[in-house]
Antibody, heavy 120, light 110 residues
C-alpha cells in the first residue's frame, strides 16, 4: 500500500524559507506513470495546488506561487521536497503531499496525512 | 487563475439526495472533462470520490455520482448517511499545466 509522509519544521519565522519533505513508501517515486505534488490548506479554508514534480525533475507550479516555490526530487531516498521562500502569515497552512497520474492533472489518488506549518 | 466557486454549505436529512455545484470558467471546468471531487473529514486528508467528471474509484460507494454542464460540475450524494457529513472540494485541470480547487462545501446531515 502506497504511503506518503510529510516532515519538516512546524514553525517558520516571517521572511524565512519553509522547507518540507515528503517520503514515499510502498512504491517507487521513479514510476513513469505518476507525478508528485504539494497542496496546502490554510486553517478553515480551501485547498490550493502548489506544484508538482516528475521523477526526472520536471516541475509545474501554480502561477500565483511560482516566484517563491521550488520543488525537487531525490529518487535515491524516494523523497520529494518543497521550499517556499519569503513566507508570511498567509502561508500558514496544513501542507499535503499527494500523487497524481501524468499530465494533465485529473485526480490526486494518494495523500499524506498533512503537516501544519505556522509562520510566526 | 481563480478558485472554483462552491456553495459554502449544504444540508440534507438521512436518506435524501443532495447536490453540490462547482462553477468555473471556459478555461477550466468548461474546457476539460477533468473535474475531481474530494471528501474531507475534520483533521483528515482529502479522499478522492469522483474523477474525470463522473468516474468512481474502486471502493467508493455508488451513492456518489458526478456530472457536468457547461462551466459547472456537480456532485450528487444519494441516500444520505451520517458518515457523509464532511467537507467536499472540487478540482479541475485549468490548462497551462495547472490545477485549481474549489473553496469547499460543508455538508451537514440533519
Amino acid at each position: 500500500q502506497l504511503q506518503l509522509q510529510e516532515s519538516g519544521p512546524g514553525l517558520v519565522k516571517p521572511s524565512q524559507t519553509l522547507s518540507l519533505t515528503c517520503t514515499v513508501s510502498g512504491g517507487s517515486i521513479s514510476s513513469s506513470t505518476y507525478y508528485w505534488g504539494w497542496i496546502r490548506q490554510p486553517p478553515g479554508k480551501g485547498l490550493e495546488w502548489i506544484g508538482s514534480i516528475y521523477y526526472s525533475g520536471s516541475t509545474y507550479y501554480n502561477p500565483s506561487l511560482k516566484s517563491r516555490v521550488t520543488i525537487s526530487v531525490d529518487t535515491s531516498k524516494n523523497q520529494f521536497s518543497l521550499k517556499l521562500r519569503s513566507v508570511t502569515a498567509a502561508d500558514t497552512a496544513v501542507y499535503y503531499c499527494a500523487r497524481h497520474p501524468s499530465w494533465p492533472i485529473r485526480l490526486f489518488d494518494y495523500w499524506g496525512q498533512g503537516t501544519l506549518v505556522t509562520v510566526s | 487563475q481563480s478558485a472554483l466557486t462552491q456553495p459554502a454549505s449544504v444540508s440534507g436529512s438521512p436518506g435524501q439526495s443532495i447536490t453540490i455545484s462547482c462553477t468555473g470558467t471556459s478555461s477550466d471546468v468548461g474546457n476539460y472533462n477533468l473535474v475531481s471531487w474530494y471528501q474531507q473529514h475534520p483533521g483528515k486528508a482529502p479522499k478522492l470520490m469522483i474523477y474525470e467528471g463522473s468516474k468512481r474509484p474502486s471502493g467508493v460507494s455508488n451513492r456518489f455520482s458526478g456530472s457536468k454542464s457547461g462551466n459547472t460540475a456537480s456532485l450528487t450524494i444519494s441516500g444520505l448517511q451520517a458518515e457523509d457529513e464532511a467537507d467536499y472540494y472540487c478540482c479541475s485541470y485549468a490548462g497551462s499545466s495547472t490545477a485549481v480547487f474549489g473553496g469547499g462545501t460543508q455538508l451537514t446531515v440533519l
